[in-house]
C-alpha cells in the first residue's frame, strides 16, 4: 500500500525522499510525489508511473529545500493519474499532505467543504479532503489545525503535513495505518517502514495509534488524541540496510528464496535451549494457561493463512486441541465462538495487515488471549497482542512471500509442539524425532536450493500455460493453496489449487488436453490415493508435474516430470514441498517478462480493508 517518507534537516530533502521512498517500493505502488518547502513556496511534483518517472523530472530542475514530503500511492480512489497522486495541497498551495489509509467519511466531510468553500478539488481521492479540512482549521498554527481536522476523520491513516507559513516543521499522525520516526543528529524523518530510514539512523520511535507528531530540525515531540506530550523509548533497529538490497540477485523474491535455511534456522534455534527443548521466553502456554484453553483460532491473510493451515494440522496432530482457521476479512464479519477459552493465534508477516489486525481487535473484545507470530518487531500486531511468537525471516521485500511463510511453518511447528509435551500428548522420543527432524531442515532446504536446474527446465517448458491446478492431500493441499498463490501472484497464470479427492466432485471437468496439473504426492500415508488422483487427470490429457519425495522413482511413470524433495517425516513436508513451486513460480514469471517483485494490482503490506 502506500508509502511515505518526510525530511526535516540540512540535506536536500529529494535526495532523502526519493532513496526512502525507492525502499518503499515493495509496498506497490502506481504513482509518486513529492513536496519540498523551496525558495519560500511549497513546490509539488507528482507523476503516475513508477519512481524512476519522478526522479527523471526531478533532475530537470534543482530543488534545494531541505524540508519535504514523499509518497508513493497504491490507487484506492481514482484512478493511477497525476492529479490523484500525492502530496495533495489546499487551494493556495501552502499546505501539503501526504496520506496512507481510507477516509471513510470523506463523501460527506467533501460535501461539506464544497458548500463552505466551494468546490475547488482537483482530485478524485479522499486524501484531498484532508488537506482543505486543515486549511479551513488553520489560524497560524499547524498543530492545532491538524488535531481539530483529526477529530472530524473516520477511517485510517498515517499522515504527514507541511506548511509553507512555518516552514522548519512537519506534523504527522499515526490512526490504523504504519508511521515511525527516523531520528538523525540535525535532521528529522518520518516513513511508513523501516527500511526507509535505515541509510540515515537506526534510532527509530514507533508511533502508536491516535498518536501527532511534531517535527523539527532539532527534536520530536509525541503528542497523545489529548494533546499530552508522552515518552517514547527509541527503539533500536538491529538489522542493517544490506538485509533490505539486493544483493547480486536480479530479483528480492529469489533472494529471499535463497534465504531460507537461514530464516529456518534462527526461527528455530531462537527457540530451543541446549537439550533441544522449545523455550518461549515468557509466551504464556503453560501447563496451567493451556488447561483452560479449549479451543484455538488461527486468523490471517494470504500466504499467512496458508501457513495457519500447516499450524492447524500440527496443533490437532501433536496437541490434541481443536482448530479453527480463518481469513482474516471474514472472521471479522463473522460471529466466531470466541471467549476467554480461546486461544487467538495471528500470523502476519508485515504485522500491519489491516484485516489481520482488526480481527485481532475482535478477538480480544470478545476476550480471547491473543498470540501473534510476526516477522517485523515493534509492528502494530505484535504491539497489540498478549504474546509474540517473532519469526526470525529477516526484512521480506518481494511481495510474494517465502522466507515468511516457511518461517511461519516452523513456528506453528515449535508451538504445536510445545502445547503438546506441555500437555503430555507426545511422547518424549516422539517428539525428540521431530525436533531433530526439523534441525535438519535448513540443510535440506538449501540442498533443493543448490540444484535447481530441472525447476527452471520445467519452468522453461511450460510458462504459456494459462491455466494451472494444484492438487494434494492430507498437509500437501496446504501447501497446493500456496503453490498455486505463488504461481498467480506473479506470474499471472490463472491458477486453483483443490484437494485432490475433490476433483472428481466439478473441477475435474476443466481438465483437458495439455492442461497443467502441479501434483504434491509427498505423503507417504496417502500417496496410493494421490497416484490414482494423478492417473484420473493425466487420462484426460493433463500435463503432470509432479511433487515427490527423492527415491520414488515409481511416480515418473505417471507424470510427466517429477520435482524431488529430500526425505522427511511426513508432517513436515510442506517446509520442503513449497520450495520448488516458488522457485518453478519465479522462473515461470521471469520467463513471461513479469515484474517478479512487484506484481501488478499487489502491495507488500495491505493497511487498508
Ligand atoms: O503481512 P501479512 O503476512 O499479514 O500479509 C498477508 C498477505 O497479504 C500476504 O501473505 C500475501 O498473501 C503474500 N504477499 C502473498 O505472497
Known sequence: MCGIVGYIGNKK?????????????????DSAGVAVFDEEEIKVRKYKGRMAVLEEHLKEEDLKGTIGIGHTRWATHGEPSDRNSHPHTNVSGSIALIHNGIIENYMKLKEWLIETNGDHFKSETDSEVIAHLIDYYYKGDLLDAVYKAIEKMEGAYAIGVICKDEPDKIVAVRKDSPLIVG??????????????????????????????????????????????????????????????????????????????????HDTLHRRLDKDDHIVLDGIQLTKEDLDKINKVYIVACGTAYNAGLVGKYAIEKFAKIPVDVEVASEFRYKEPFIDDKTLFIAVSQSGETLDTLAALREAKRKGARVLSVVNVVGSSVSRESDDVFYTWAGPEIAVASTKAYTTQLVS???????????????????????????????????KILDDTKNIQQIADENFNHENAFYIGRGIDVNVAYEGSLKLKEISYIHSEAIAAGELKHGTIALIEEGRMVVALATQDRLYQKMLSNIQ??????????????????????????????????????????????????????VARGCDVDKPKNLAKSVTVE
Open 13 to 29: 530533502a529529494t535526495d532523502v525522499l526519493v532513496d526512502g521512498l525507492s525502499k518503499l517500493e515493495y509496498r506497490g505502488y
Open 183 to 264: 531520528l538523525g543528529e540535525n535532521e528529522n524523518f518520518i516513513a511508513s517502514d523501516i527500511p526507509a530510514l535505515l541509510k540515515y539512523t537506526r534510532d527509530m520511535y514507533l508511533i502508536e495509534n491516535d498518536e501527532v507528531v511534531l517535527l523539527t530540525k532539532e527534536g520530536v515531540i509525541i503528542f497523545n488524541e489529548l494533546r499530552q506530550e508522552v515518552k517514547r523509548d527509541v527503539f533500536k533497529v538491529t538489522w542493517n540496510a544490506e538485509a533490505a538490497e539486493k544483493e547480486g540477485y536480479e530479483h528480492f523474491m529469489m533472494k529471499e528464496i535463497n534465504e531460507q535455511p537461514k530464516g529456518i
Open 412 to 446: 506453528m511447528y515449535l508451538i504445536a509442539l510445545h502445547m503438546a509435551t506441555t500437555k503430555g500428548s507426545l511422547e518424549e522420543a516422539e517428539y525428540k524425532k521431530i525436533i531433530t527432524e526439523l534441525k535438519s531442515m535448513p540443510d535440506k532446504v538449501q
Open 536 to 589: 484420473e487427470v493425466r487420462a484426460r490429457g493433463a500435463y503432470v508435474i509432479a511433487v515427490a519425495k527423492e527415491g520414488n522413482k515409481e511416480i515418473e511413470k505417471v507424470a510427466d516430470k517429477v520435482i524431488y524433495i529430500p526425505d522427511t517425516m511426513d508432517e513436515l513436508t510442506p517446509i520442503l514441498s513449497v520450495v520448488p513451486l516458488q522457485i518453478f513460480s519465479y522462473y515461470i514469471a
